[in-house]
């Protein structure tokens, strides 16, 4: 094995036990994306360069979602002002730790027992990798498995994302969606953050089609380009302040592009058209290939998207006085 | 015992973050753990992808790798790609559920809201065999 995955393995637990004992929530988060950033990269070192792009785009994503929140709504919290501490002073029942001490115990006695030992030899991994170009296309083996061989597992994945934006909408707070003009966001606006995002955000569009299109060719796919999108139309939320996008129409669409997830491959793999014996087998499977990465991106943009507006544009604590 | 070292950091990380859970006062602490577990999970997978080697598995012709058995396995990590997203949505409706809670009681400490949820609404602190169950909030 190589040492720089163990060396980096070892910072990795390092920065995790930060985590664990940091004392105020900005430090819980800044320490998580040390983490995810570390992740990324033993990924990338594992061979899984697919995972390590998203890791590193969620992490992204993710820290920023805590930041807005504490930003916006817990830092003025009763006695959370100034002062944010994880710990509470309150002595804890010793009785407490007792079912999460034996759930440990029987968790190590099931890893010491039963851990796979030595090398793991699976059949599926020699035939998927030997027949992938042959049964779906492309030249990369991890989009070819979640495109072709196991598509069920993106259809339900692509649903529990439908499901997630439809649970963040009805338990968010207002029922009527009042946009904010951004003047209640804290967050500083700078002159220099605006004329640099006006730089980047063409090149991350670019960067964002070059994934969806490369997708079954190499490292990306439309997991990656939705990301790469989203965080075009985060920027704009943040760094520019505008709030102009339509939120029905992007809620109507995700429902569309769901539907035609589930239809492309129903038409594409249950009727038989990418096993045919022809010549131009090949290029049916790339224009699903295409398609498919292409309908991903879109829900991944379109779900991101809702929930970043629920969070950063719509969601407000109420002021003085107001009543919920 | 001889374990890969691939398999030991992640279970390690995996009990660190239960720790964590369990002990955390914050809620927003307690959502990271659970990322975090979710994130040593994982790794555990891509470490059993990754004993044959490190190559990914991205490549015009089999024939012309010197090595094909150091190929990376390409299932596990077609699955974690898919568990990456699906624990963005999990997250999603943490921080979600998290702001209602907040909204009503303005605070993200688990043992003050608890008191603030038995004082409000008459919950009784529900004792579930030396387990305080804090689900009653």
Known sequence: MNNLIIVLLVFWIISSIWCVFAQKTYRVIIFFGVFSLLTAAIYLFLGAPDVAMAEAGISAFTTIFFIVCVEKYYSRGEGLKHEMATKTNKPRKITRYIFPFIFCVALLVLFLNFAPTGYVVTELRDQYLQMFMHDVGGLNAVTAIYLGYRVYDTLFEALLLVVAVVAVIHLSWYEKTAVSDGKHSEMERSRMAKFTMRIICPIILLFGTYLVLNGHISAGGGFLGGLAFASFIICRFLVLGIYDLPIEKAIRMEEIVFINIVILPILAIFTGIMYLAWDATEIFQNIYLIAMSGLIGMKVTLGFFVLFYRYIAIERLPEEGEGE | ?137
């Not at chain 2, 809201?113 to 387990?131: H, I, P, R, S, T």
């Open chain 2, 1 to 137: 015992m001889d374990f890969h070292i691939l398999d030991i950091f992640p279970v390690l990380l995996f009990f660190i973050s239960f720790f964590g859970i369990i002990t955390s006062g914050n809620i927003v602490k307690s959502i990271v753990m659970v990322i975090i577990m979710q994130t040593s999970v994982i790794m555990f997978w891509l470490g059993v992808g990754a004993r044959f080697g490190t190559t990914p598995p991205i490549f015009e012709d089999i024939t012309e790798i010197a090595d094909p058995n150091a190929i990376a396995d390409p299932l596990p990590q077609a699955l974690m790609l898919t568990a990456i997203i699906i624990g963005v949505a999990v997250t999603a409706i943490n921080i979600t559920m998290l702001n209602a809670l907040f909204r009503k009681y303005k605070t993200v400490e688990w043992d003050t809201m608890q008191e603030l949820a038995v004082k409000d609404e008459g919950l009784e602190v529900q004792d579930l065999g030396g387990v305080t169950s804090e689900s009653t909030i």
